[in-house]
């Protein structure tokens, strides 16, 4: 088990903030310090600790078990009857969580009752009694956690939330293109053959339903007589122009946007996960907008490199999607609460862990953790954090690299 020192250490992000412009307290600059001697390593690779001829041996030991305290006595460099010695050891944890451990004899040595659990980080408080005299030793042994002063954890945009119950959607992605169904167009003929006396739109003007198109004076009665717009849309073609004849042709054709659906080309290790009501959220390229829709048709054929096309019925949205508009889709394939989860963007490594980082005022900490199932944004977490932590989410790595960079590192 190797101690360190605890130091405040924001040098990764001073010079963030330099190269940014912004100006950082001067507190905020860690100090030159003397470099600390190495604790003294006893036969078993713990700390040893001594008064007079009296000395003990505290050592991580997780070798085939859960990590544990043992702890080996000597008087004058010989070994003591573990019974004869009564001992406790205190743990202060960040947020001042404490782990109280007591011992009993086994062999020639004592054996902590609790698993030393991660991150072996924690203010360590030994009291022991021997021959009716008591001893008592406090040292820091801190690994993976820095201070940070809020003024700059603000200006590294360092962010933190709560972690807490989430509900997860898992999707998998799809391609395609916007269609318009051929519902939403309309084409425009007169019903008596005669002559266009007032067109009153031209090609791209929205018009509304039952608008007046335009006017046409009949050949036969010369009375006239009006064209509305069947549906609400624009004017997508435009085939004739005032004091033209109709001679039966098409004169305009409405189309509605709003109609438009979503083509997307579904695979077969797919096919088993998708089914009519399935939610979908698509972005059309160029877009930062999610729109949501829902699967409303599944084609009964494939295509020849045997995906099968999925139609997506969208929600009403006031610019509605442009016809051949490509899209990106995430089709959701499930959709379930979990009781605890984090922000993926929060997650970070550490030694061989998957960590993050909690805040406690303005010290900061790693948090090992064990995960369950995740989607895009989040990742359930079965073990290694309470519900109601508060945890970095944004720039977390400004916080790994002040870590990384104090040396707080874990050695039994």
Do not use: C
């Amino acid at each position: 088990m190797k101690t360190t020192n605890f130091i405040p250490s924001i040098t990764v992000a001073v010079l963030l903030g330099l190269s940014a412009g912004v100006h950082l307290p001067a507190s905020a600059v860690s100090t030159p310090t003397t470099e600390q001697a190495e604790p003294e390593k006893g036969p078993h690779n713990g700390r040893m600790l001594r008064e007079g001829s009296f000395a003990l041996e505290l050592a991580i030991f997780e070798t085939g078990v859960p990590p544990e305290f043992r702890v080996w006595l000597t008087d004058n460099k010989n070994p003591i009857n573990p019974d004869d010695v009564e001992l406790t050891v205190t743990l202060t944890r960040l947020g001042n969580v404490i782990d109280d451990i007591k011992f009993i004899s086994q062999s020639d040595f004592l054996r902590g009752d609790m698993e030393i659990y991660e991150p072996h980080s924690f203010i360590v408080t030994v009291n022991a009694s021997y021959q009716g005299k008591k001893y008592r030793w406090q040292y820091d042994n801190l690994e993976g956690r820095t201070k940070i002063e809020p003024a700059v954890a603000d200006a590294m945009a360092i962010e933190t939330a709560i972690a807490g119950s989430q509900k997860l959607h898992q999707t998998i992605p799809a391609y395609g293109q916007v269609w318009l169904p051929p519902s939403a167009h309309r084409t425009v003929f007169a019903r008596f053959e005669g002559v266009i006396t007032h067109l009153n739109v031209k090609l791209g003007d929205k018009v509304n339903k039952g608008q007046t198109l335009m006017t046409i004076e009949s050949n036969e009665s010369l009375n006239p007589y009006e064209i509305k717009s069947p549906i609400a849309g624009f004017v997508a073609k435009q085939m004739a122009n005032s004091g033209e004849q109709t001679n039966n042709r098409e004169l305009l054709v409405i189309t509605d946007a709003s109609q438009s659906v979503v083509k997307l080309a579904v695979y077969p290790s797919d096919y088993s996960k998708v089914s009519q009501g399935t939610l979908v959220s698509i972005k059309a390229e160029g877009s930062l907008v999610n729109i949501a829709g829902k699967v409303s048709f599944i084609e009964p054929k494939v295509r020849s490199d045997q995906a099968r096309m999925v139609w997506v019925t969208l929600a009403q949205q006031a610019e509605p999607l442009l016809e051949g508009s490509f899209v990106k889709a995430d089709i959701e394939t499930a959709s379930f609460e979990v009781p605890l989860a984090v922000k993926k963007i929060g997650l970070q490594s550490f030694r061989d862990f998957t960590v993050v980082y909690t805040k406690v005022a303005d010290e900061y900490e790693v948090r090992m953790l064990e995960l369950g199932r995740s989607d895009a944004t989040w990742v359930e977490v079965l073990g290694g954090l309470p519900a109601g932590t508060e945890y970095v989410t944004e720039n977390s790595y400004i916080i790994k690299a002040d870590i990384e960079k104090s040396g707080a590192s874990h050695d039994h």
